[in-house]
């Protein structure tokens, strides 16, 4: 664009596009003169309908063409026709007006309004919603209070919206339908208690004793009190809770099973690949490294079981406090190195004021590998019997020797393959041959 010239939307963009579905609403160029006069010139000129035969041009929207691009059907009209009423209303609707910036960047995300739930929707969520709500309908409307829900849930995830966003975004639906009862739940806490069962099933906390020089885990006895199986200090589990004195395990089976589920035709056909590849010396990814390849010599790894790459690391979460918060996370070795990192899994998390007790945390990640059972899964016609095993963990400095229960590299004794003690010379620690 030359300093002074005046700047024309290309004619292919949506506002073209929109400006040619409500053309019939649209003022006249002598009532809008804000308009420049090219852009007046294509308003006038997307009102024109091609003929019989003629195709439209690219900043026109035929009928077929909007059905394609929003999915058809006389409910899209209907949708389409309403939204157009309302800005008809207004009495000097313009090009900038509140809707535009929205409605252009929803539509050139290629996300269509009426259908938020994609088909790789997980099955379970649809079948938690009508288990909760059965096949009741909103009022006035043939949507199910079951997919109403589904896709509100699938509208916050796909758009990364806070709790307090969908809050306000209930009460609204709630206000709009106008009814004595709510027709969806009225709160967050009531949408979120949804999902609650599942949360509970798919993870597990552990709760560990907050005295000085004590690495035991809480424990419930009888009563319902925590007591630490070390010292016998006991805890109020409420009290415990609040103050955050745990950490969370997932099930790492059903996590995997997530990725599998997400990815099954690479990752099946990067099985074969794997098994057909030639012996060679060159390390081109860490299935054809040293440790991977010895796993396979030895019979530990058999012909469809998959590795995990482990990892943790801490950051802090807010500025004004000394807080951090430690997730482990894995990813599938046997998955091509393009979807593999795409597909980062959590596995556990540790939050808290103080670095997590490295022997309770990776314990009971440890035990939850260790009682992993084989994962049957399906690939078209064939069938995969897969056993997880841990090859690795990767990991910077700080976290490595947490790991390891092994002094930081600025101790005396920071080497982790030799039994050298380090000298302070020049302000660090360093090895002097002698």
């Known amino acids: 664009i030359e300093k002074g010239a005046e700047y024309v939307v290309p004619k292919s963009t949506l506002h073209y596009q929109k400006t040619a579905r409500m053309s019939t609403s649209a003022p006249s160029p002598t009532t809008s003169p804000n308009l420049s006069p090219e852009l007046t010139r294509r308003s006038t000129s997307s009102t024109d309908t091609p003929q019989e035969g003629t195709p439209a041009s690219d900043g026109e929207l035929t009928a077929s063409d909007e059905e394609q691009q929003w999915g058809g059907g006389e409910n899209v009209h209907s949708l389409s026709d309403d939204f157009e009423g309302s800005m008809s209303e207004d009495n000097n609707p313009s090009e900038d007006g509140p809707f535009a910036s929205e409605d252009d960047t929803f539509a050139s995300e290629g996300r269509c309004p009426r259908d938020f739930v994609s088909v790789t929707t997980d099955d379970e969520l649809m079948e938690k919603c009508f288990a909760q709500f059965g096949t009741s309908t909103l009022p006035h409307s043939s949507t199910t209070t079951a997919c109403a829900v589904a896709m509100l849930m699938s509208l916050v995830h796909a758009h990364n919206f806070t709790w307090t966003a969908l809050d306000d975004i209930l009460k609204v639906v709630n206000k709009m339908f106008g009814q004595e009862e709510d027709v969806l739940p009225g709160t967050k806490y009531l949408f979120r208690k949804l999902w609650a069962r599942k949360t509970s099933a798919v993870s597990k906390k552990f709760f560990y004793c907050e005295n000085q020089n004590c690495t035991g885990l809480l424990e419930p006895d009888q009563s319902g009190k925590l007591t630490c199986a070390m010292c016998q200090a006991s805890a109020d589990g409420d009290a415990a809770l609040k103050a955050g004195s745990y950490f969370t395990i997932l099930n790492v089976q059903e996590q995997v099973k997530h990725v599998i589920s997400k990815t099954k035709q690479a990752l099946s056909e990067h099985l074969t690949l794997l ?35 482990v990892n943790t690391d801490g950051s802090p979460v807010f500025k004004s406090s000394n807080s951090s918060i430690w997730p482990i996370q894995f990813t599938v070795s046997e998955l091509p190195p393009e979807k593999r990192f795409t ?11 103080k670095h997590p007790n490295m022997l309770q945390f990776m314990s009971k990640f440890a035990d939850v590998l260790m009682d992993m059972d084989p994962i049957q899964w399906t690939c078209g016609t064939v069938n995969h019997t897969s056993k997880v095993h841990l090859l690795c963990c990767c990991a910077d400095a700080p976290a490595r020797a947490a790991v390891q229960n092994h002094v930081l590299y600025s101790g005396y004794f920071g080497c982790p393959w030799c039994l050298i003690r380090g000298k302070h010379t020049g302000g660090c620690i360093r090895y002097i041959q002698e």
């Open 275 to 309: 098994e057909t590849l030639p012996d060679s010396p060159d390390v081109k990814d860490i299935t054809s490294g040293s440790a991977y390849r010895s796993l396979k010599e030895t019979g530990v790894l058999k012909t469809g079981d998959l590795t995990l790459t």
């Open 343 to 353: 597909n980062t899994t959590l596995a556990g998390l540790w939050f808290g004021k």
